[in-house]
Every structure is written in C-alpha cells, then in structure tokens.
C-alpha cells in the first residue's frame, strides 16, 4: 500500500515537472489546452482546408486545420498507382511534355484562385520546377484537371503566385539557360531568363500570354499586387553575379540583388501594339475534358515574347539585400517585403515610393534595358534585429507580418509600418515557408501560422535514415503565438495555402452522372456490354456495380493481343468507386468513380486463366467481386464469348 | 497448465461479455420500437422515405412509361431484369406484393429501408447485396413504378 502511494507520488511529480517546463519554454511545447484547441471530435469538421505542396513527391495534399488529419493526396506531377493516374489512357496524356512523358516533377508552391485578392474556392494552381509546368487542381474533384508546360524556361521556382482576379499566374526562370536552347560551352556563358505569363480563363483554361526576356539572373519567388499595386508582379532574384559554378559561394558575391517589378497591364498594352516576338518553340497543354473525364495533349509551337529595350515602362528592378528569396505583398498592397536570406535585416519595399521613384526617374543604371530604381529611392524600412535567413512573409490582417527564419529555426512576428519585432517562436526545424489561412491575400483569416519545416530530428519516432518532414500549427489569436500541434507531412511541404472550408465543402462533387459522361467507350447498362476484337485490338466495354462485373468470363483473348478494359462504374452513389486489377498486370489498378468510365491497357504475355477483381472494398460481397479472363494461344480458335451469370451470351 | 490458463481468461471474457450485455438490456432503447411485421398485408406497409401518399391513375400514362423505362434500363438493369430474379428481384407482379409509396421509397431511400423496414431488412436476408441508391429525383421514380405497370406476367 505505502509503495503503492510512493509510486503515486512520483508519477504526479513527474507530471507536475512537466507542466512547469512548457510554462518555462517559451510556449514552445504544446499544453492541455492546445490539446483542445486542435480537437476535432470524430465526425465534427475541421474548420479550414490546407492544401500543402508535397515538394519532392510531386503531388498536393489536402489537411484539416487546426486537427491536422490528412484527407487526400491529390496526384499532380508524378504518377500515383493508387489512383490509376499516368497508369490509365485517359490520364497518360496529363504528364506528356515536350521531352516525353515524364512521370515525376517536384511540386512547389499552391496558390488559391483568387477572386477580388480573396481566395473563392474554384482551383488551385501549382508549379512544377524540374520540367516547367503549372497545374491547376479542380476543387470541385479535388483533382488535377490541367497542365500546360513552360517553355524557354529552367527550374519553374517562381510560380504560379497568380494576379488578384486569377487574370494570370506567372512563371520565372530559377535556372538560366540559353533560348533557344543551344550548344555553347558552360564556362563564363551568360545565359537567359523568362518570366512568363500565362492567361487563365473564366473556365480555368490556361494559355500563355506572353514571355519577358530578362537578364540570366535566378527568379527565385514572386508574388503579385494587390489593391493599389493590382496590376504589377514582383519577382525575386539572386545570382545577378551570372555564375554559372560553386554558385554557393560565387552566387553571393553582390551585397545586393533584385526585386524584379513587372507592370502587366503595361505588357498586355505591348503586346496589343505588336511589340513581341513570335518565337518557334514545341511545349505542350494537357487538360482534361469534363464530360469524357479524358485527356487531351496538344503541342503547341509559338510563344509571345517582349524584351524590356523595346517597352520601356514594362520592368524596373528594386535593389534588395542580399539574394533576396521571398518577396511578399502586404494586404494593403504597399508593402513588398524582400526577405534577403544572406542579410542580417530585410527590406521592405513601398508601391508608392516606387511610383514616385519612376516618374522622377531615380534610376542608378540600366541592365539590358530595364532601370534599376535608386534603394533608398524606393524602401520604406529596414527590420532589424530579426533572426538568420529570412525567407517567407505572410501577414495576418491586423496589421502584423510574420517571417520564417531558416537558420535560427523561428518564426518572427514584427509590425508593419514601425517595423518593430514584436514576438518569435522557435520551430522544429528549420522552418521554410509559412503559411497564415488568407496570409498573402486582401482579407487574411488569420487565426493560425503553419510553419513548414524542412528538418524534424529527434521530433518523431525515427524511420531509418529518412525522416518525416512536418507542418507546426501555431495560434496567433493572442499577443504571444502559441504552439498547438505538429504533424507529418507528405515529402517535403514547400509553400501551402489554406481557406475556410465552407468555399468548397457545398462545391465537393459526390458522383459524376452517368448521362453525362460522353466517353466514347462508356457502357450505359449492363445489356450493352461486349467484347469486339478488331485484328490484335480487343476492347472489353465492361461495367461494375456493387458487387459484380459484367462480363465477369470473357474468353478468346489471344498471347500479344492488345487488350483495352473499358470500365464504366455505373453506381451512381456518393462514396462507391470500384477499383480493376488483373492478374500480372504491368501498370496499376484502376479506381473508377461512380459515373466514370476509365480505360486498362493489358498484353497477356502466357496462356492461362487470369483472374481480375474489384480493388477497392465496395460492398458485404466484394470479395465477390471478380471474374476471370481466358488467355489462349495466338491463333487458336477459341471464340471470342463473354457472359455474366449462368447463360452465356453467343 | 496452459489450458488451465486458457479456460480462465476464457471464463473472465464471457463474464465480461456477459456483464457488458446485461449492462445493454437494463438501458432504455433511444429509437422508437420497429413496427412489427406486417405479414398479414405487406401493401399496408408504405415504407420509410419521402414518399407519404402515392395515386395510380386508372390509365396508365404513356408518356411517363417510356421516360420510366429509359431510366429503368441507365439505372436499374445492372441488378434488376423485368421477368426474373437477378442481383435483385424482380419488378413483374411487384404491385401485387408492395405498395406504391414502399416501392418508390425503397429506390428513393434504400439506405434507411435496409435498415429500418421489416419488408426490405427481410429482403436483404435473401438477395445479399443490399438495393444501391441510384439517386433518381422523385419524378424518375415515379415514371419508374409508372413503367412497372406495365410489366405482364
């Protein structure tokens, strides 16, 4: 008994001792009252969605805030055989470019279409920085509906960061290259940069407007005007060096680089008066048709392109310290924050200024015809005694900004105007982006800051050498921030944004309608399915439903025959996709929403009997849920029959 | 020494599970009693959905036949065929053995009736795979029992 009370005793000093070090922390380790802050009870809803880019692996994911719960890895760049996407034909098309089919990109930064500088819910555009692609997400679907590759483009970084009615979103050139591309030596070649901007129609549909030949800089990030700058872009870069090696040193040289101001309504009025080039160039436009559900890729062989000696007025470049990364816009749209990673103090940018700058015409110089605006001319503070490394801003509409520091691992809080640091947070670890619900919109959400960190260390379980990468919930309701939670996040989470979820929740399409799907090769009913074999060419016009499939026998198919499952989910329910496979297949399953029709490519290699099946749990009896294929010798002469169910069809 | 062991922790599971049920019986049931049965008139039963109070002109409507049958033939055929059992049973004669309000709310509202109606849990029992929920608007429905009308034995 008395040890009983010792053991008592020791376990609630224990407890005590670590209540007194969250208090003593700084905030930094989450209490009881955190615990309830991000409790979300089973089948209540989370508040707001967050789409987070998943970096590396290339795709979007789609979280819950504040409870942190997953919903949803939306495919974008790179293939996903759980959804059959770059696996089946009518999505294979989404991933062509100009070099091929390319199943991977890595995926950088989400951004909201925007209406009015406020983000509405309709889609999310992403960019892929390998192969220069932007996508644009269906948040109606909560899938990828469209890409359009860049060209004379490298290392899409800056991008898509769209204008304030999602007129555009912009793409620029982290990774100069020669355009048109050619064969020159690499040592001491001065290459050439592109910011490009792409038309986005009242449909979404994207096109490209025009291009901007610029100096070979770096075009590191961007984010577009809003309010009073609606109708300018403003693009980070560093290495104004030009050095083409060890760029870690020689790209850090220049106690200053740029902040490249864009005015595009200025370039829409260029391009009107015929002031760009035609260039020959091959890239190619995928998208998805909304009734048939498939892709389409189509090349397309000119692009616009303006250069700034021709159209003075279109570029100046602002003077930043030092390799500036991210360059952020105050909801008022006066503030442009350039967050100088190398700099001990970052810069903050006025639109007024930088009007009055350019009609006094307080340039210091021209580079390749754009004039560089004189610093003081244009910046309208200076925050100090911040931390190491800035690199994001996002601001929370009353008033404050909060900044990532990637080498002193924090988040700082700092007011807008006096320029004074009011609050820092430390984050585990070394923090990139961060992201406010609204942050880099007109009317900010606020409430909470995600910090998205590179590095987690000791934070979790370990998994081997490679370990998970995460999102901290931050409140910043009060005067001091206050660490909720953290969370792991798919590959690396580079920029995310987030709304409430009422923009989209009564948007979230639940089937697709099964009069509606124009696919050539949709089976309607059940009576209308068939096989027909056209010389080595079968196509199965097959459907499902809770729980069979129709033809579930199918016989006559030969070895090297070249065999298209046509599948039609004819359930017309909320929550009943129906998934294929087949046996030795050399793609992936497909997962078929109710209404839809999609399409497995299979060459049976050996005779035998394949078995296919439903691979998505469906019904009590989807184990059920299969059938067999009958694969024969090329050239025998078993007939070509289907059947489902006891009769057999002729 | 095993078994021994074994016996035991089996003799505490079922006191557990015991308790645990007695615990269940003495609680007041939260939904109201399931009507019972109706065995003696299946067509009084209207089932449990949208659908209150169904008239049958006494001539069949031609033009909501043809509409029923299309949707009958997208929606339905996967699981149901006109003259025999299927997937599901089938529709010939059904006037004979459900009521026009049951038969539209067992398409309108399949999920509630598998679980609540004492005709449609029965049914289950039989067919397996439980009636899908095609979401037809109540105006596909009707033409739906509409072509059922016409179905000859």
New interface residues.
């Given amino acids: 008994m008395f040890n009983r009370l010792l053991l008592v005793l020791i376990f609630a000093t224990i407890l005590f001792g670590c209540s007194k070090n969250e208090s003593g922390n700084g905030g930094a380790m989450a209490s009881g009252d955190a615990a309830q802050k991000v409790y979300v009870a089973p089948g209540s809803y989370d508040e707001f969605y967050a789409f987070m880019s998943g970096g590396f692996s290339g795709q979007v994911s789609v979280y819950g805030l504040p409870s942190g719960r997953l919903f949803k890895v939306i495919p974008v760049f790179s293939v996903d055989a759980e959804k059959g996407y770059g696996f089946n034909e009518e999505t294979k098309p989404m991933l062509e470019t100009s070099f091929g089919f390319v199943p991977w990109d890595d995926a950088h930064h989400p951004k909201l279409s925007q209406t009015d500088g406020i983000p509405d819910g309709r889609w999310l555009f992403i960019n892929g920085n390998n192969t220069p692609r932007i996508a644009r997400v269906d948040l109606s679907l909560f899938e990828t509906v469209e890409i359009i590759e860049i060209p004379n483009s490298a290392g899409n970084h800056s991008s898509p960061y769209l204008t304030e009615n999602t007129e555009y979103v912009v793409a620029g050139t982290r990774f100069s290259v020669p355009f048109p591309q050619k064969d020159v030596p690499l040592a001491d070649t001065k290459f050439d940069g592109t910011l490009t901007y792409i038309k986005v129609s009242k449909e979404g549909k994207m096109e490209i407007a025009f291009q901007i030949l610029v100096p070979g800089f770096d075009y590191d990030l961007a984010h577009s005007g809003k309010g009073k700058s609606h109708g300018w872009t403003f693009f980070t870069c560093y290495n104004t060096e030009q050095k083409n090696s060890l760029k870690e040193v020689n790209a850090s040289q220049n106690d200053k680089d740029f902040i490249a101001a864009v005015n595009w309504k200025k370039a829409e009025e260029f391009v009107k008066q015929g002031k760009a080039k035609n260039y020959p160039v091959s890239y190619k436009h995928n998208w998805i048709d909304e009734n048939s559900q498939i892709a389409k890729s189509e090349e397309i062989k000119s692009v616009k392109v303006l250069s700034p000696a021709d159209c003075p007025g279109l570029i100046y470049y602002l003077p930043t310290p030092k390799s500036p990364h991210g360059v952020d816009v105050d909801p008022t749209g006066e503030y442009i924050v350039g967050a100088g990673k190398l700099s001990a103090d970052m810069a903050v940018h006025s639109f007024d200024k930088l009007l009055k700058a350019i009609e006094n015409k307080d340039f210091e110089k021209v580079i390749d015809g754009i004039p560089v605006v004189k610093f003081e001319k244009v910046v309208a503070g200076m925050v100090t005694k911040t931390g190491l490394g800035p690199l994001h801003t996002e601001f929370d509409g009353n008033g404050y900004a909060y900044t990532s520091f990637f080498i002193t691992s924090e988040i700082v809080k700092w007011k807008l105007g006096t320029w004074e640091v009011v609050d820092r947070i430390p984050c585990y670890y070394s923090i990139g982006h961060l992201m406010i619900p609204g942050g880099d919109s007109r009317k900010p959400w606020g409430k909470y800051v995600l910090a998205l960190n590179k590095i987690t260390k000791d934070r979790y379980l370990p998994t081997g050498p490679e370990l998970t990468q995460s999102a901290q919930l931050i409140d910043i309701s009060g005067d001091k921030m206050k660490l909720l939670l953290d969370f792991p996040t798919i590959g690396e989470p580079h920029y995310a944004q987030a709304l409430p979820a009422d923009l989209i929740k009564p948007k979230s399409k639940q ?1 697709f309608k ?2 509606e799907n124009t696919h050539p090769y949709k089976t ?4 209308e399915t068939k096989v027909v074999r056209q010389g080595d060419v079968v196509r199965v016009y097959m ?1 499902m ?4 499939f ?1 033809p579930d026998n199918i016989e006559g198919i030969q070895v090297g025959d070249k065999v298209y499952f046509h599948v039609t989910n ?4 909320f929550d ?1 996709p129906h998934g294929f496979g087949i046996l030795g297949a050399t793609n992936a399953e497909l997962l078929i929403m109710p209404g839809q029709t999609e399409t497995f490519y299979w060459e049976p290699k050996k005779v035998g009997i394949y078995p296919f099946y439903c691979s998505d749990f469906c ?3 989807h184990q059920e849920m299969q059938g067999y294929v009958r694969v024969s010798d090329k050239g025998s002469n078993v007939p070509v029959k289907w059947w489902v ?1 006891e009769q057999a069809k002729k | 020494m095993l078994k021994k062991i074994y016996s035991v922790l089996g003799i505490i599971s079922l006191v557990f599970i015991i308790s645990c049920g007695g615990g269940d019986e003495t609680k007041t049931p939260e939904k109201a009693p399931e009507p019972a049965v109706q065995e003696s008139n299946p067509l009084e039963n209207k089932g449990i959905g949208p659908i209150k109070q169904v008239t049958l002109n006494p001539t069949i409507d031609e033009k909501m036949v043809d509409a029923g049958q299309k949707v009958y033939k997208e929606k339905c055929t996967s699981c149901h065929k006109e003259y025999e059992k299927y997937i599901g049973p089938a529709p010939v004669g059904i006037f004979e053995r459900r009521s026009p309000e049951w038969i539209m709310n067992m398409i309108l509202n399949p999920e509630e009736m598998i679980q609540k109606d004492p005709i449609a849990k029965d049914l289950i029992k039989q067919f397996a795979s439980p009636m899908a929920n095609q979401h037809l608007t109540e105006v596909e429905a009707r033409s739906v029992l509409e072509y059922f009308r016409t179905l000859k034995k």
């Fill in positions: 089937f099964i009069n309607a009913t059940e009576n459907t439903i809770r729980s069979h129709a004819l359930e017309q329910d009943v019904s009590a009896l169910g």
